[in-house]
C-alpha cells in the first residue's frame, strides 16, 4: 500500500474513534447542566446525586476525547504537511481559536468539575460546569468552522503556485460563516445532544427494567426524554437545511448521496437502494421526483447528476456516499418516531409500564452515535477528490517527506493502542454504571422523608 | 514591512509562539517530572498523592501544548507542515504517550486491583520520561538543523534519523530539567515523610540537570558552530547564558534554604531562559537547512498572511488574559498541600 491509502486510512480511523467522544461530552454535558442546576434550584438530593453520578461518566468520555483530538491537530502536520501549508492561514487559525477560547475553557474549569465539589461553592461549582458545557460547544463551533471551509471555501485568496500555493485569509468573517458554517454547526450540536441523551436514556432505562435507582432513574429518563425529543425533531430542520446547502454548494456531492447520475433531470428520492456505478443505475424504493421536490417544492425540476462533472472531479466512493446518507436519515427517523411515541405514552401514564419500549430505549444508545459516524462518513466521502472542494486534492495533500513505512508503523500503533483504550473504555463504562450513583440515601426506600416525597410528586 | 510598536508581525508571532511553549514547558513540564519520579514511590499512599498533586491541573496544563500547536499551524504554517513531517515518528510516538499519560492518570483509581495500579503506574511514569524526552529530541533536531529542498520539504530519509547524538543529549537534558522542576511542585504539594523523600530526590534531580546541562552545552560548543553566531556578533548578548547560570545556580541555594516556592520561580525562570537562548540562536530562522542553507525556513518564508497574523494578534490578546485567569482560579482553588484523605469524583 503507497503513503496516500495509508494516511487516508489512518486520517479516517482516527477521527472516527475520536468522534466516538465528543459528541458524548457535549450530550452529557448539556444534562449535567440541567440536573446541577435543578439542584441548586429545588436543593432536592437526587438532581444533585445525578449530577454527580453523570460527571463520572463525563470524566471517562472527556479523557478520551481529549487524548484522541491531540492526535488530529498533529496529525495534519505529520501526514498531510502538504495541506497544512495550503490551509494554514484559515483551518490553522480556527484550530488556534478553537484551543484559546473553547478548550482552554473546558480544561481548565474540568480540574473543578471533577474535584472541586468540596472545595468550592455550590454556585461557583455550577459556574464550572457550565463552563465546562460551553466550552464544549464552542470547540464544536470552531471545529466545525475550519470543516466547513473546506467543504464550502470563502472568505479567501489564492497565493502563489504550485507546491508553494496558500489560502489567505481576505475576509475573516466571510471565512467563519461560510455557506455551509451554520447549518453544518447545529447539525453536530443536535447529533452530540442526540448521542449523550440517548445513552443517558439506555442507562436509566436499563435501571428502571432492572428494578434499581427506579426513583432516579424515572426523573432523569423524563427530564432527558424531553431533551432528547426536542434535539431529535430540530435535527429533521438542520438536516434539511444542510442537504438545500449541499444542493446548492457541492452539487457532486448531493448527487452522489441520491445516486442521481443524469446531468440535469427531475431527481428521485431513495427510502433504501444500492448504487451501481458502472450502469449508473440505483435499484430500490424510491419517490420519483422526490429529490426536486424535497430542494425546490415541484417534482419536474430538474437537479444535477454527477455526469455534469468530469470523471476526476466525481466523488469515486458514489455508493458508500448513498449507503451512509441513506443509514443516517432512517436512523433520524427512528428517533423522532421513538422519543414522539415514549412522549405519547408519558402522557398516557404508560411510559414505564412497557418492557419493551425500555428496551428499546437501552439499545438506542448506539444509534444515534452510528448517525453521527455515518453522517461524516457521508459528508468527507462526499466531497472527494477534494480534501479542500475544488482547490486541493486529497491526494496533492500528503506529506511529500513521509514514507509508506513510517505510515504503516504508525498505523498499526494507532490499531492497538486505540483497540486497548476502546476495550478499557467499554470497561470502565460498563462499572460506572453497574455500580450505579452513589447516594446515602436510598430514594426507592417506602419509608423515604414524605416530605420530600410529596414535592417530587407534584 | 508592517510593523506593530516598531516590531513585524511575523517576529511578534515568533515571540508569541516562543512565549506559549515556554508556558508549556513550565506547566506541562512539573506533570513531567513528577511523572518521571513516580516509579520511586514505593508505597501506593505515597503515588497516590502524588498523582493527586498535578490531578486537578494537568487537564489545564495541556491547553499550552494544544494553543502552542494551533498558534504555531496558523502562524507558520510551512515549518508546522515540514517539522511535523520531518519528525514523523518522534511526532507519532509523543502523541501515543500523550494518550497513555493522560489515561493513566485517569485509570489508576479506576480499580483496586494491585496489577490493574502497578500497569498504570508504569504506564504513567514511562509515558511521562518519553515526553519529557522527546520534546528536547525534537527541539535537539530543530538547533541542528536537516536537509531540505527549495519547496522546504524535508529531504533527509529513515525511521531513526531524527536520534542523532545531540538531539539525544538534549533530550536527556530537557528530561533531567523536568524531573528537577517536577520534584519541586511535588514538595510545594506534599508534608511529612513523603516530603523529606522528594528532598532527596530533588538533590538527585539538580546533580542530573547539571550534569547533563554541561555535557550538552559542551557538545553544542565543539559542534554546532552556527549556534554561536549570533552571540559572537553580539557581545552584549552574553548576558543571557550569564542569567541561565545564575538562575541555575540560584536552584540549590534556595532548595539548600528550603524556599521551594522560590526555587520553582527559578527553575521556571531557568526553562524561559534556556528557550530564550534557543529564540536567539534561531532568530529568525525556524528550521536551518542543512547542508544547503538557501532552503532555510525563516519566519518570513514560513509565515502566515500579514492579515492573519493580525487578526490572531487579536485572538492572543484577548484570549490569552482569559487563559492566565482560568488557570489562576483553578490553582487557586486547589492550592495547598494534597491530603491524602480527599476524595476526587
Known sequence: MDVEILSRIQFAFTVAFHYIYPPLSIGIGLIMVVFESMYLRTKLKEYEVLAKFWTKIFAITFGIGVVTGIVMEFEFGTNWATYSRYVGDIFGSALAAEGIFAFALESSALGV????????????????????????????????????????????????????????????????????????????????????????????????????????????????????????????????????????????????????????????????????????????????????????????TPVTGLDAFPKEDQPPQVNAVFQFYHLMVAIGMFLIALSLFALWQWKRGKLFQKKWLLWTFVFTALLPQLANQFGWFAAEMGRQPWVVYGLLRTSDALSKSVQANQVLFSLILFFVVYFVLFLLFIYLMNKKIKSGPDSDINFDDGSLNKEIAEVVTK | ????????????????????????????????????????????????????????????????????????????????????????????????????????????????????????????????????????????????GMPLDQNYEYVGRGFFEFLNPFSILVGVTSLALFMMHGAIYLLLKTEGKLFDRIQGF??????????????????????????????????????????????????????????????????????????????FELYPRLLMSNPSIENSITIYNAAASIKTLKIMMGFVAIGGPLVLLYSYFVYRTFWGKVKHNQTGY
Open chain 2, 202 to 279: 530533588l538533590k538527585k534531580g539538580m546533580a542530573f540537570f547539571i550534569i547533563a546541562y554541561i555535557i550538552t552545552t559542551g557538545y553544542g560548543f565543539l559542534y554546532l558552530d552556527h549556534l554561536l553566531v549570533v552571540f559572537e556578533e553580539n557581545k552584549v548578548l552574553f548576558i543571557v547564558p550569564l542569567l541561565v547560570f545564575l538562575s541555575i545556580a540560584n536552584v540549590p541555594r534556595l532548595a539548600s534554604k528550603k524556599k521551594y516556592g522560590w526555587a520553582f520561580i527559578f527553575t521556571s525562570i531557568t526553562i524561559s531562559l534556556l528557550l530564550v537562548i534557543v529564540a
Open chain 1, 113 to 300: 468539575l471533577l474535584f472541586g465539589w468540596n472545595r468550592v461553592k455550590p454556585w461557583v461549582h455550577l459556574v464550572a460546569t457550565w463552563a465546562v458545557f460551553l466550552g464544549s460547544m464552542f470547540s464544536a463551533v470552531w471545529i466545525v468552522v475550519a470543516n466547513s471551509w473546506q467543504q464550502t471555501p470563502a472568505g479567501y485568496h489564492i497565493v502563489g503556485e504550485g507546491m508553494q500555493a496558500r489560502a489567505e485569509i481576505v475576509d475573516f468573517w466571510a471565512m467563519v460563516f461560510n455557506p455551509s458554517s451554520v447549518d453544518r454547526l447545529t447539525h453536530v450540536w443536535l447529533g452530540a445532544f442526540l448521542a449523550g441523551t440517548f445513552l443517558i436514556l439506555s442507562v436509566h432505562a436499563y435501571y428502571i427494567l432492572k428494578g434499581r435507582f427506579v426513583f432516579l432513574s424515572k426523573k432523569a429518563f423524563k427530564i432527558t426524554l424531553i431533551v432528547a425529543a426536542v434535539a431529535s425533531l430540530a435535527q429533521l430542520f438542520t438536516g434539511h437545511s444542510s442537504a438545500e446547502g449541499v444542493a446548492v454548494n457541492q452539487p457532486a456531492k448531493l448527487a452522489a448521496m441520491e445516486g442521481h447520475f443524469e446531468k440535469s433531470a427531475p431527481a428521485d428520492l431513495y427510502l433504501l437502494g444500492w448504487v451501481n456505478k458502472e450502469n449508473k443505475e440505483v435499484s430500490g424504493l424510491k419517490v420519483p421526483g422526490g429529490l426536486s421536490f424535497m430542494l425546490h417544492q415541484d417534482f419536474e
Open chain 2, 1 to 144: 514591512m508592517e510593523t506593530l510598536l516598531g516590531i513585524d508581525y511575523p517576529t511578534w508571532w515568533f515571540l508569541v509562539v516562543g512565549a506559549l511553549f515556554s508556558g508549556y514547558a513550565i506547566l506541562d513540564g512539573f506533570d513531567f517530572g513528577a511523572g518521571a519520579w513516580h516509579m520511586f514511590f514505593r508505597k501506593n499512599t505515597s503515588r497516590e498523592t502524588a498523582l493527586k498533586a498535578i490531578d486537578p491541573t494537568w487537564h489545564g496544563n495541556e491547553v499550552w501544548l494544544v494553543i502552542g500547536g494551533g498558534t504555531l499551524f496558523a502562524g507558520f504554517p510551512v515549518f508546522y507542515g515540514t517539522l511535523f513531517s520531518a519528525m514523523y515518528t518522534p511526532f507519532i510516538l509523543f502523541l501515543l504517550f500523550i494518550i497513555f499519560r493522560g489515561i493513566s492518570i485517569k485509570f489508576r483509581n479506576m480499580e483496586d486491583m494491585l496489577w490493574w495500579r502497578r500497569l498504570w503506574d508504569w504506564s504513567y511514569s514511562i509515558s511521562s520520561i518519553m515526553l519529557a524526552f522527546l520534546l528536547g529530541v525534537v527541539l535537539g533536531n530543530i538547533l541542528n
